[in-house]
Each structure stands twice: as structure tokens, then as C-alpha cells.
């Protein structure tokens, strides 16, 4: 029920704009203000609050894609005039439900492809990781049980510290193990190993002097068969925290603004109203 008001509204609010409008003037940042506002006075003052709604919403799906938070603001502002240019209330609302879609479908594919790793990986078992440190450098050490039925070169891990008290996150990192060089085979399927090896990353460093109130929880994120070749991955495209929080956002803008479906055509409706007349 909450879904039909909302597409009725939505609705309703763009079927009373006609095609023939005001649009979009994307020129420059003052014209594209006056444009949007010349709209958005277009539309019945209950509505108009919804076109406001979607140009912030519009905010929030570009701003994934700008990779410097310097002049963000303003390259995402830049990209909405560009992209809105020339467009009506009616094609606005369009190209919202557009955008929203396909970015709501790619994180949910991205999720559904590494919570499918993540299961697989479940067979690549760690057991006990100790992190210690030898001579100045962060070392972890890994006992692991291959109870998959793929011969691994290769095992991408992500390691988390903690202070055990009290307890406390301390940092995390990628980290990977290259079996076949550094052993000089592969891990079979049913075999065990137990490995040490350094953490080379920078990011250890800021790892606390006191080992003994550390611990290490490990996970496995990709196997690899051949060199560079993954079997199952969720490492290299994974569906992070910063995606989860992204997709519940998206959802909640896509249910509260609503989406927009295509007007009837009218002369699908009279046929439909014909039709309907016979039967009575």
C-alpha cells in the first residue's frame, strides 16, 4: 500500500507537467539555479517540495564517483547540470528512476557475487593466526586446512588486530601468501600448512609495542589456481561496509521519492475504456 501512494504521487506529480515546459538550462551554475526554479514553480505547490527531494538525491548518486573530496562539491554539481541539460519535470523524474536502478542493481550484484565467494571460501580454513614481531617487523603466523577441491597457489587474506583489553579495534589490512613461490608447490586439496611470513605494509607500523595484549583474527578474501588467476574471489571488487551503507541510502531515496512509470498512451486507454464499455 505505501508503494502504490507513493508511485501515485510521483505520478501525479509529473503527469501534471507537461512536455512542453520549462527545462533544464545547464549553461552555467546561475541559469541552471533559475531553470530548476522556473520548474519547480511549474508544478502544484504540494508537489513542488518532491523536485527539491530529487536534486539532493541526485547529489548523493553522483558523488560516488568523484575520487577527491577537493572541489567535490562542485565537479558533482557540474556533472548534474551537464547530465540534466535540456530536460522537462516529466524526463528529470526519468532519468532519476534510471540512475537509481542501475546503481541500486550493480551494488546488489556486487553483494550477491562476494557474499558467493565468501561462502565458497568458508573451506579454506584458518585456524589460530598469531601476529608477533621478530626483529622490528610485524609477522603473522597462519595454520591452514584446503578442504576445497581446487589446488591453490595463491591465498589473499585480511587481517584485523585487536587489543584484547579491553577490547578494541586497532587496524586491518590485506595481505596475500604466495604458495607455489615461496614453497615451491601448491596447496592441494585436503592438505594443511602452517606458514609465517612478514607484513610488509606500511600500515603495521602503527601496531602497538605490547604483542602480548594483541590478537589477530584472519579471514580469507580470494584463492587463486593458476598465477593470477582467481577461483573464487571476493577481494579484488568486494562489497564493503561503505557499499552497504550506499545501497540502504539509495533504497530509502528510491521508496521515499518514489519512481516513475511511463504515462499511459491515450489511445491504449480509450481502446481500454471501449472495451470495457462492451462488456457492460
Not at 509529473?14 to 526554479?37: L, Q
Not at 560516488?64 to 556533472?79: G, K, P, Q, T
Not at 606458514?195 to 605490547?210: G, H, I, M, Q
Not at 552497504?244 to 533504497?251: D, K, P
Request: with cysteine; aromatic share 8%; hydrophobic share 35%.
Amino acid at each position: 500500500m505505501v508503494r502504490l501512494i507513493l508511485f501515485l504521487t510521483s505520478f501525479a506529480l509529473v503527469s501534471t507537467a507537461c512536455e512542453s515546459g520549462p527545462t533544464v538550462d545547464g549553461t552555467d551554475a546561475e541559469t541552471f539555479d533559475a531553470s530548476i526554479a522556473a520548474i519547480k514553480a511549474a508544478l502544484p505547490e504540494e508537489d513542488q517540495e518532491q523536485i527539491d527531494e530529487v536534486m539532493e538525491a541526485f547529489e548523493y548518486l553522483y558523488s560516488d564517483n568523484v575520487i577527491s573530496s577537493l572541489n567535490a562539491s562542485e565537479a558533482i554539481r557540474n556533472r548534474i547540470q551537464s547530465r540534466l541539460d535540456g530536460m522537462d519535470a516529466r524526463e528529470i523524474f526519468a532519468e532519476w528512476t534510471d540512475r537509481v536502478d542501475k546503481a541500486i542493481e550493480s551494488l546488489e550484484a556486487k553483494k550477491e557475487n562476494t557474499d558467493s565467494a565468501m561462502e565458497n571460501l568458508k573451506d579454506v580454513r584458518v585456524r589460530g593466526p598469531e601476529y608477533y614481531v621478530q626483529r622490528g617487523q610485524s609477522v603473522v603466523k597462519i595454520n591452514i586446512h584446503n578442504r576445497t577441491d581446487h589446488t591453490i597457489s595463491r591465498v589473499y587474506f585480511r587481517g584485523t588486530l585487536w587489543r584484547k583489553q579491553p577490547r578494541k579495534w586497532l587496524l586491518e589490512d590485506d595481505f596475500n601468501y604466495n604458495i607455489r613461490r615461496t614453497e615451491g608447490k601448491n596447496l592441494g586439496p585436503g592438505d594443511r600448512a602452517e606458514w609465517n611470513f612478514a607484513l610488509l605494509s606500511p600500515v603495521w607500523k602503527r601496531a602497538p609495542e605490547d604483542v602480548d595484549n594483541l590478537s589477530l583474527s584472519v579471514i580469507v578474501t580470494r584463492i587463486d589456481g593458476g598465477q593470477e588467476q582467481p577461483i573464487y574471489d571476493a577481494f579484488t571488487d568486494r562489497f564493503t561496509t561503505k557499499d552497504s551503507r550506499r545501497l540502504r541510502r539509495l533504497v530509502s531515496l528510491k521508496e521515499s521519492i518514489g519512481t516513475l512509470e511511463p504515462e499511459p498512451d491515450p489511445e491504449e486507454t480509450s481502446q481500454s475504456h471501449g472495451r470495457t464499455s462492451n462488456l457492460n
